[in-house]
């Protein structure tokens, strides 16, 4: 809105009328004082100030307006019939006026110079209008990170306070916060600590889980600056999420030596111990052979009964041993597998022959899906040795059925052939189905009612894994279990 001032109502109406004819809102006063009052109350984006006015004269009022913060930006233009000499055009610019106008007015000059201000001190508003939004944003985004920065500290206290080694790293994957104890491993907060030449290297390790957004989990030895000994840790590194992007990682570093140096010791004596128990128990077999074919009983008789069940034991107590010193060569890296190229058909055939011989034919397994004549690169013993544990596991798990199956198949896609077995026994619950396959795990359920010690089924899967294929179980309790091993056709 434009203000104009002047003390005689016709110039008063015909500039309001000229200026409302180009479309401006136009708003007047007749006297210096009533300029004054209009301005402080309303916002104008120009005022048309008449330098010759009764009590109050135009300079006057200008050097007011310009004495107020809310008006001394505001445009002024002075109108004077009169004082057209150089002095009072210089006091109009001196009492902060932007122009001079002489009258009589030419309207078109002054229109272009009305349009000029006018449109100076609109786009002036509309740049203090954002200025101001701006400020009330950067306050805001101030504010919010100084509430980000405490939460950020706290959380870093926190990190401080937690026995492990920790530590974070931004998006990128650089280490941007590391606790006090990540020094005992490292002298500097960019690195890693170092790792055991044998162990894997953190960095390629985060690198491969950071391409695929995936937490690292890893066992490693790390080296104590202090001492120089290296002790085993558990690493983890798991990414933040915000909205699907990771926003950065959380890391820690758990000592775990000394469970590590215990469970060494328990692998050891369960070593040595199989070793020496599995020399007498070879002696014990070989005389019980040696007395049964001396003694020459009558198959018929309680004593030939005996001996049979005196071999029977033996045999499991073999089998239990065996188990033994093969879960310490997993631990040792000793298992050796020996791919040859092998009818897997024989093979399946070759341990229900086994196993229906062992439950003297009390039980029904049936095979369906025989496989052709392939031959697939396979340890024949090992793999007799997972199917023998998959049906005994099967007839063991099944108190009140005696029915197995045996499915095989190809998936000419995927290059492999499949193994089923699949029984109709006790189940396994839903949550404890990947477990079975741990070194000594059992389902607690059925743990008391069935003796075991825990072993066949990591056996099993070391075996697989060695023939790079797959192993896993689906089960449903009280509706039975399907166990499953895959083997890659070349
Ligand atoms: P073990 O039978 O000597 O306990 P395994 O390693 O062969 O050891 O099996 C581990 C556990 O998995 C068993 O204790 C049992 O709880 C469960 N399990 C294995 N096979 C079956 C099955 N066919 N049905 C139900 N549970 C099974």
């Known amino acids: 809105m434009i203000l104009i001032v002047d003390d005689n109502q016709n110039n008063l109406y015909s500039l309001k009328k000229l200026l409302e004819s180009k479309d401006f809102q136009v708003d007047t006063a007749d006297s210096g004082e009533e300029a004054l009052g209009k301005a402080l109350k309303n916002d104008y984006a120009l005022i048309i100030l008449d330098v010759q006015m009764p009590d109050m004269d135009g300079f006057e009022v200008a050097e007011t307006l310009a004495g107020y913060s809310k008006t001394k930006e505001v ?86 306070s937690l026995p492990q080694i920790a530590f974070t790293l931004n998006e990128e994957g650089i280490v941007d916060f590391v606790n006090v104890k990540w020094f005992q491993y490292s002298d500097s907060e960019q690195d890693f600590p170092e790792t055991h030449p044998d162990d894997l290297h953190i960095k ?32 983890r590194v798991t990414p933040v999420r915000e909205e699907n992007t990771i926003k950065n990682w959380v890391g820690t570093f758990t000592d775990i030596d000394d469970q590590k140096k215990v469970e060494k010791e328990k692998d050891e004596f369960l070593s040595i111990a199989s070793h020496e128990l599995k020399t007498p128990l070879t002696s014990i077999k070989a005389y019980v052979q040696l007395l049964e074919r001396k003694l020459k009983l009558n198959k018929e008789s309680a004593e030939a009964g005996f001996v049979t069940k005196v071999q029977d034991q033996i045999e499991k107590l073999n089998t239990l041993i065996t188990d033994l010193l093969d879960v310490s060569k997993i631990e040792n890296g000793k298992l050796k597998i020996n791919k040859k190229p092998t009818n897997l058909g024989n093979v399946i055939s070759n341990a229900i022959e086994t196993i229906l011989q062992t439950h003297e034919n009390k039980v029904k397994i049936k095979h369906d899906g025989i496989i052709s004549d392939i031959l697939i690169p396979l340890d024949e013993i090992r793999i007799e040795q997972v199917l023998i544990n998959f049906l005994t596991n099967a007839i063991k798990y099944s108190p009140q059925n ?17 193994v089923n077995v699949t029984d109709f026994g006790i189940g396994i619950p839903d949550f404890k ?45 009280d509706e039975g279990s399907t166990f499953y091993f895959t083997l890659p056709l070349n």
């Open 204 to 235: 390629e390790e985060f690198e491969r889980c950071k391409k695929k957004g995936k937490a690292l989990e890893l066992e490693i030895r790390i080296k104590n600056i202090e001492t120089g000994d290296y002790r085993y840790h558990l690493l």
């Open 75 to 160: 445009p002024i233009i002075f109108l004077s019939a009169v004082n057209t000499e150089k002095r009072f055009i210089t006091r109009g610019y001196a009492s902060g006026g932007k122009d001079y106008v002489t009258k009589p007015v030419d309207p078109e000059i002054l229109m272009l110079k009305v349009k000029t201000f006018y449109n100076l001190q609109e786009q002036n508003i509309a740049m203090k209008k954002t200025q101001q939004s701006l400020e009330l944003e950067v306050k805001g985004r101030r504010e919010s990170q100084v509430t980000m920065k405490s939460q950020i500290d706290h959380f870093h206290l926190m990190l401080e």
């Open 402 to 418: 005696n029915q197995v199956i045996v499915t095989t198949f190809v998936d000419e896609e995927e290059q492999e052939v499949k």
């Open 433 to 477: 189905q990947e477990a079975v396959f741990n070194k000594f795990y059992r389902v607690e359920e059925s743990s008391l009612q069935f003796q075991g010690m825990g072993i066949g089924l990591f056996i099993c899967s070391e075996i697989i894994k060695q023939h790079h294929g797959n192993i896993g179980v689906s089960s449903k309790v």
